[in-house]
């Protein structure tokens, strides 16, 4: 099954209520940790920092996907947070970002990192699916989107 489609409705968000990439951050992991996939929140969110630091995975296209492999993680994890307001990622075509996927995964196991983010780098090159997750009201939505 394509990791995409595991994506829980307890770690998609939208509207997102944050205005800056730290809090987007900030945001989608205090969401895993409400989902109860991680237990404490200042490692991944340091993780994600330090990622961000080397380079923004702001892609473009109103796409970031902020990631990590922080410590004690034994699957991936993968949450969605949706901003149709947009907010600044630094992303390489200087645009906002609306849609952010957080991918955590494990550090010994690559392959599921690689896989995720190629997933959502396929399934982003779509105007109309990137559209389509932007206009999406509920979660549900979302997770029916993801598995179309």
């Known amino acids: 099954m394509p990791l995409l489609e595991q994506i829980d409705s307890t770690c998609i968000k939208l509207p997102l209520l944050s205005t800056s990439k730290e809090d987007v951050l900030q945001e989608l992991v205090s969401l895993v940790h409400e989902a109860g996939l991680i237990e404490e929140t200042g ?19 109103g796409i970031a996907i902020p990631h990590a492999k922080p410590m004690n993680l034994s699957d991936v994890i993968i949450a969605l947070g949706i901003s149709p307001e947009g907010i600044d990622f630094e992303a390489l075509d200087g645009l906002p970002s609306t849609i952010f996927f957080l991918i955590l995964a494990p550090p010994d196991q690559p ?10 780098a396929g ?6 699916f990137v559209a389509n997750l932007v206009a999406a009201r509920s979660a549900e939505e979302v997770i029916s989107l993801l598995r179309a």
């Open 43 to 61: 490692p991944v969110v340091q993780a994600l920092e330090e990622r961000e630091a080397l380079c923004s995975t702001g892609l473009g296209g």
């Open 111 to 120: 392959g599921l990192h690689g896989q995720a983010l190629a997933e959502i």
């Open 123 to 128: 399934a982003s090159q779509s105007p109309d």
